[in-house]
């Protein structure tokens, strides 16, 4: 199944752009995807943490992505 992925922040420079198509690859959890999109691009295993955001709201891993979902990867935000 081929996906488009929205990246922000410092995600579009692992990405290197603001958006990927990618191919999911067997199961299509959120946590499968994570899975692949960590062993495609390592700097990701650097983040403390990120959330992955289908169709607009956050998703738990056990969530199964559909074609047509809208994918975005968001990595944590600091302020002050």
């Known amino acids: ?6 990246a922000f922040g410092i995600v579009k420079e692992f990405f290197g752009g603001p958006a ?3 191919e999911l690859q067997g199961e299509r959890t959120v946590a499968r995807l994570k899975e692949e999109l960590e062993a495609a691009y390592p ?5 403390r943490s990120y ?5 607009d709201e956050y998703a738990e891993d056990g969530l199964v992505i559909r074609p ?6 968001i990595p944590p935000v600091s302020g002050g």
């Open 68 to 73: 047509g979902d809208e994918i975005a990867i």
């Open 51 to 55: 959330l992955v955001a289908v169709n």
């Open 20 to 22: 990927i198509a990618w």
């Open 43 to 47: 700097d990701m295993k650097k983040l």
């Open 1 to 6: 199944m081929d996906i488009s992925i929205l």
